[in-house]
């Protein structure tokens, strides 16, 4: 009875599935605005994810998002440039879980000299882009730069759940400030965001970032919120990298 139903459907153009074959399916059609959050609830005890980083975190839309989906997490948020710290505080009062710190993340401490951009969302800590602000009159700012294995050591982190990067193609000094904690895969998952130009100085090269993780036991594992040209050519995206078993 079974395959007659289903032979009649498909003369029609349809096909027979249980009720709940769709359950955890994201809909490919809207793969443009597809967000990692919906497909990371259903591989993950969310109840269990106890620490996250948000590198870049600008005012804070990333810190709400994994606030709501990880309600049980101790979130860090990471935002170098004053002005844009002192909104993403006044943003993050009502989040006792959210700590705020005015400081950027790299390979080395120190100090960098940035120049603001018109959206304080394009704010760069790479130093060809800086150069271009400075020649173009930007406002100057000089912001502390720390890095994910000192911060972790001194703030005795045992493990981070979920490191998200948005550094506007800062990505790869993020990483080399993270060698041990990756040598010691500490870092569970790593949501980065990536561009498909090794020319585009504005989002790190993936395969740079792929080569590097793969290196220290992490894996591919796949993109969301893809931006494209209007030539339908992906110009960046978010990558998301998890552990490889039994390295």
């Known amino acids: 009875m079974k395959s007659i139903a289903k032979f009649l459907l498909k003369q029609f153009g349809y096909r027979l599935t249980k009720i709940n074959f769709y359950e955890n399916w994201v809909n490919i059609d809207n793969a443009r605005t597809l967000d990692f959050y919906h497909f990371f609830k259903n591989i993950v005890n969310t109840e ?7 590198i870049g975190a600008n005012i804070g839309q990333t810190a709400k998002k994994l606030q709501g989906y990880f309600p ?4 860090y948020c990471f935002e170098p440039v004053h002005l844009t710290y002192e909104q993403l505080k006044v943003n993050m009062e009502q989040y006792p879980n959210i700590r705020n710190y005015n400081v950027g993340l790299g390979a080395s401490k120190g100090e960098i000299e940035i120049f603001h951009r018109e959206d304080s969302e394009w704010n760069s800590l790479v130093d060809q882009l800086n150069k271009n602000e400075k020649i173009s009159g930007a406002t100057p700012e000089y912001i502390k730069v720390d890095t ?5 050591k001194e703030q005795n982190i045992a493990k981070i759940a979920i490191l998200k990067s948005d550094t506007e193609g800062f990505e790869l000094e993020v990483l080399k400030g993270a060698r041990y904690c990756l040598e010691n895969q500490l870092i569970d998952f790593l949501y980065l965001e990536v561009g498909f130009n090794s020319l ?3 989002h790190a090269y993936v395969t740079t970032i792929i080569e590097t993780l793969e290196n220290y036991g992490y894996g591919f594992s796949g993109l969301f919120e893809m931006s494209y040209t209007e030539q339908h050519v992906i110009l960046y ?3 998301l990298f998890c552990k490889r078993a039994g390295f």
């Open 48 to 54: 269990k994810i106890v620490c996250c980083f948000d």
């Open 72 to 75: 049980n997490a101790t979130i």
């Open 148 to 152: 994910i294995d000192h911060f972790v």
């Open 200 to 202: 585009d100085l504005q």
């Open 237 to 239: 995206a978010n990558a």
